[in-house]
């Protein structure tokens, strides 16, 4: 995993962790896989019903427009 583009990841995710941890949820990086960020979602947001959509519309747009070089986020347990 490039340590530059982790680090780039790690800046988006702090973004959006603030909202996700204001309703009992986080999100860690897992790993990076190409241009393939794994994450784990945690708290509430594991196993929510809409942690689906929290992932794509919130997470995964926030890192791809910050680091356009990600092609896609996928939730990992």
């Given amino acids: 995993m490039s340590e530059e583009l982790k680090a780039k990841v790690e800046e988006a995710i702090a973004k959006v962790?603030?909202?996700?941890?204001?309703?009992?949820g986080d999100v860690e990086l897992?790993?990076?896989?190409g241009n393939v960020a794994k994450?784990?979602?945690?708290?509430?947001?594991?196993?929510?019903?809409?942690?689906?959509?929290?992932?794509?519309?919130g997470v995964e747009r926030v890192i791809k427009a910050?680091?356009?070089e990600i092609e896609s986020v996928v939730a990992v347990d």
């Fill in 66 to 68: 910050t680091v356009p």
């Fill in 30 to 33: 897992v790993e990076l896989d």
């Fill in 17 to 24: 962790r603030p909202a996700l941890q204001a309703d009992g």
């Fill in 39 to 57: 994450v784990r979602l945690q708290g509430a947001c594991h196993g929510c019903p809409m942690a689906q959509m929290t992932l794509q519309m």
